[in-house]
């Protein structure tokens, strides 16, 4: 295989683009010393770029490449990711996305923190640090195979060196760089795939998809639907529709809206994007199983490397100046969606783990230092993993595989029943753990200790294992919070024993260094009325209780902004904001001090 030499400057061309954009981008939180501006870009990302960047939470190197590798291997019936991902943006803004941005968090992790603790918090950071990495992972070995066909460069290098660059811009710019470059990244997938598209469609080794692939001798890129497999396609699905959503990645988009209902809407339009995005992928998989690969160029079977489909599709089926457009935008385009999920991930470290963990007097200027220097690391990490794992779709399946059996079930829980605590959360994180590792794990080389029903020594786990966990983790959680706390409240179990301080050991004040949320909920304490009449007992502003009690008073209904300098009032959920800085105060009779 020889250098492409149109390729190579294709590359070169676009890779600039994606860079200049990154650093002109990041102009707009230079100078600036608050975390959250750097993490949410001010809770201030217009429509336009809102709508493109929240596209682009999925669509990227990863959805491209491996719904190409999918269709092409195994056939369109087995390419679940495109639909699935789609309604996991649809259900997270139905379930979630208004919830979420209404309580002014900044991160995924912060509700679990508020209730369970800094610790339960941390331990949950594992399993979000490690699907971010994952996702990373397999973009970046989608571009390192992309580079690979390209360049005929090792892809160890191609990973390396693309690693570097989408960590350069992320460092100085923040949420900043990554949305502004994820405009010019579906820019780029949309025109790039597309016109090559025709060209490949009419090449002479190329057979309709229309033809017999028994007869032509080519693959069958329809794919065919196995009974046996029947378990393993309804857990992919349910896999990849709810293990979508309890991504920070995802909530970063909703928390950094200016309003919790366009946090919704955008949801909403970019599961349209996901799906759209997905027809070229899709069309270039089919191409490539209906090719007579002997009758072109490439010298050698794509059988082998299942992952290059789409950049050999792109350069052997399509002329010289087509491919320069076609492998260059997709080639930087992958690169600029690495980025996304290396912020996401050390915004969770810097805010969940080192500030509110280990140092909880940290300056806004220490956190954003803390917040860089775990992009290098994660990075690092992100790198590695796309260089032992050789399968693109496989680490796109792996990277929802914890998040999907432990976090959601933890986050629908969290959002939806208030009476769960600490000792059940953790339970739930536990058993789902050691559900879904019993399982084993083809591509970690990890071998099962736990055989469920319809095991095969040949095929593996055919039972849907991966929901089992997670409804079991799912109904742990409720019965375990449920049962502590009627067994606590009843004083059959003594009090002392709340070692947690979880539900009758709760401090009277238990979350103060909370205060950046705590501040974005205007009024802190609220008097409850009962039966018309005042009943002076404050309720915690961290509470179930606090939003309810306090939009039955105030008329709010829902909690207005942070005061942060760096926000602006949501003026679409809130009637007016305290012109005070001071925090009023609601009286018994429900006036405003």
Partial sequence: MTVNVAGLVAIIVFYVLILCVGLWASRKSKGK????????????????VGIFTMTATWVGGGYINGTAEAVYSTGIVWAQAPWGYALSLVLGGILFAKQMRSQGYVTM?????????????????????????????????????????????????????????????????????????????????????????????LHDAVEPLTANFAVTGTKDWVGEWDPLYAGVWIDYALLL?????????????????????????LSFVAAFGCIFMAIPAVLIGAIGASTH?????????????????????????????????????????????????????????????????????????????VMRIAIFFITGFAAFM????????????????????????????????TGCNTYGSLFGYILGLILRLGGGE????????????????????????????????????????????????????????????????????PREKYQDIEDDIALQKVVKQTDGVGLAEPINPFSADYGSARSEITGLTLPPPSTSSSKEPLKEDTPSSPSSPDTPEVTADGTIN
């Fill in 33 to 48: 010393s608050d975390s959250e501006e750097v993490m949410l870009a001010g809770r201030n990302i217009g429509l336009v």
């Fill in 109 to 201: 992790l912060d509700p679990f923190q508020l209730k369970y603790g800094e610790r339960m918090g941390g331990l949950l950071f594992i399993p979000a640090l490690l699907g971010e990495v994952f996702w990373s992972a397999a973009i970046l070995s989608a571009l390192g195979a992309t580079l690979s066909v390209i360049l005929d460069l090792d892809i160890k290098i191609s990973i390396i060196a693309s690693a570097c660059i989408a960590m350069f811009y992320t460092v100085l710019g923040g949420l900043y760089s990554v949305a502004y470059t994820d405009v010019v990244q579906l820019i780029c997938i949309f025109f790039g795939l597309w016109l090559c598209i025709p060209f490949a469609f």
């Fill in 241 to 265: 529709t709810f293990g979508g959503i309890p991504w920070q990645v995802y909530f970063q988009r909703v928390l950094s809206s200016s309003s919790a209902w366009r946090a919704q809407a």
């Fill in 293 to 369: 690969w002997n009758e072109t160029e490439y010298k050698g079977s794509p059988e082998n490397h299942t992952e290059l489909i789409l950049p050999l599709v792109l350069q052997y089926l399509t002329p010289t100046g087509v491919s320069f457009f076609g492998l260059g935008a997709v080639s930087a385009a992958v690169m600029s969606s690495a980025d996304s999920s290396i912020l996401s991930a050390s915004s969770m470290f810097a805010r969940n783990v080192y500030k509110l963990v280990f140092r909880q007097a940290a300056s806004e200027r220490e956190i954003i230092w």
């Fill in 386 to 417: 796309a260089i032992t794992i050789e399968t693109i779709y496989g680490l796109w399946y792996l990277c929802s595989d914890l998040v999907y059996v432990i976090l959601f079930p933890q986050l629908f829980c969290i959002v939806y029943f």
């Fill in 442 to 509: 083809p591509l970690l080389s990890l071998k099962p200790f736990i055989y469920y029903p319809l095991y095969d020594e040949n095929e593996g786990q055919l039972f849907p294992f991966r929901t089992f966990s997670m409804i079991f983790s799912f109904m742990s959680i409720l019965g375990v919070s449920y049962s502590l706390k009627w067994l606590f409240e009843k004083n059959y179990i003594p009090k002392h024993f709340d070692v947690f301080q979880a539900i009758v050991n709760v401090p009277e004040r």
